[in-house]
């Protein structure tokens, strides 16, 4: 089941005290930012993080799952009614993930040939 633009609006609303939360399509689901940085995704109207230690240490219990396929690599937050708990796993999320790549601005040469 997809998820739906209502539940991505709530859960960025729910995080927005951690920063500029935007989402954008990304294969057929949402991904999740917060000041630029890469952190979650919304599939089928739940909101997973990236797994870091932070939240093995905030959410002890969660196994790590792979929402999209793939390997484990997300936890499952259902807590999303606790806008603190979501703050702060946010930052403490984000201090752990390394920062964005900066696109270097090149583009590829197409020759007339």
Not at 37 to 57: D, L, R, S
Request: charged fraction near 25%; include cysteine.
């Amino acid at each position: 089941m997809a998820s739906t633009l209502e539940f991505v609006e709530y859960v960025a609303e729910q995080l927005h005290e951690a920063g500029n939360i935007s989402y954008k399509k990304l294969f057929g689901e949402y991904g999740l930012w917060c000041d630029g940085k890469f952190f979650g995704t919304v599939e089928g109207n739940q909101f997973y993080v990236k797994m870091t230690q932070a939240g093995h240490e905030m959410m002890p219990e969660a196994v790590p799952a792979a929402p999209h396929g793939g390997r484990p690599g997300m936890y499952l937050v259902e807590e999303l009614e606790d806008t603190a708990f979501l703050k702060e796993l946010t930052e403490r999320t984000l201090m752990e993930l390394p920062e964005p790549k900066v696109k270097s601005g090149k583009r590829k040469q197409v020759s007339n040939s």
